[in-house]
């Protein structure tokens, strides 16, 4: 309900700005920590594994820090097919990741987070 508060309030003041993955209307390493929850994998069969490798290295860059997906699963808890594959693509580009686990699930399978850390050239 926070959320919806302070969106409510500070929408029309440009603290919330829309946009869309892949590509996105920040400038390299414009932010610390960048979060990205309930997208990616949840709606995989939406995007194809080639926009979510874009949609990755997108994220990388308008981070300074790390990027954390958040789950790593689709609507049916099941694990993204692709995740392994999407991995060594990132790597093979400089990105390095982690599969953490998280203290909490919003449902079955929804207990790891993906932690990327790189720098694009």
């Given at each position: 309900?926070?959320?919806?508060?302070?969106?409510?309030?500070?929408?029309?003041?440009?603290?919330?700005?829309g946009a869309?993955?892949?590509?996105?209307?920040?400038?390299?390493?414009?932010?610390?920590?960048?979060?990205?929850?309930?997208?990616?994998?949840?709606?995989?069969?939406?995007?194809?594994?080639?926009?979510?490798?874009?949609?990755?290295?997108?994220?990388?860059?308008?981070?300074?820090?790390?990027?954390?997906?958040?789950?790593?699963?689709?609507?049916?808890?099941?694990?993204?097919?692709?995740l392994?594959?999407?991995?060594?693509?990132?790597?093979?580009?400089?990105?390095?990741?982690?599969?953490?686990?998280?203290?909490?699930?919003?449902?079955?399978?929804t207990?790891?987070?993906?932690?990327?850390?790189?720098?694009?050239?």
């Amino acid at each position: 309900m926070r959320f919806l508060g302070d969106y409510a309030d500070y929408f029309v003041h440009g603290r919330y700005v829309g946009a869309a993955l892949p590509h996105l209307p920040w400038a390299d390493g414009a932010f610390d920590l960048v979060l990205c929850a309930h997208l990616l994998f949840l709606y995989a069969a939406r995007f194809d594994f080639d926009w979510h490798a874009a949609a990755c290295r997108e994220l990388v860059r308008v981070s300074r820090g790390e990027v954390r997906i958040h789950p790593l699963c689709g609507l049916d808890g099941k694990p993204w097919p692709e995740l392994e594959r999407l991995r060594r693509t990132l790597a093979a580009g400089g990105i390095d990741s982690e599969i953490m686990p998280v203290d909490y699930e919003f449902f079955i399978g929804t207990g790891t987070t993906l932690r990327l850390k790189g720098t694009l050239s």
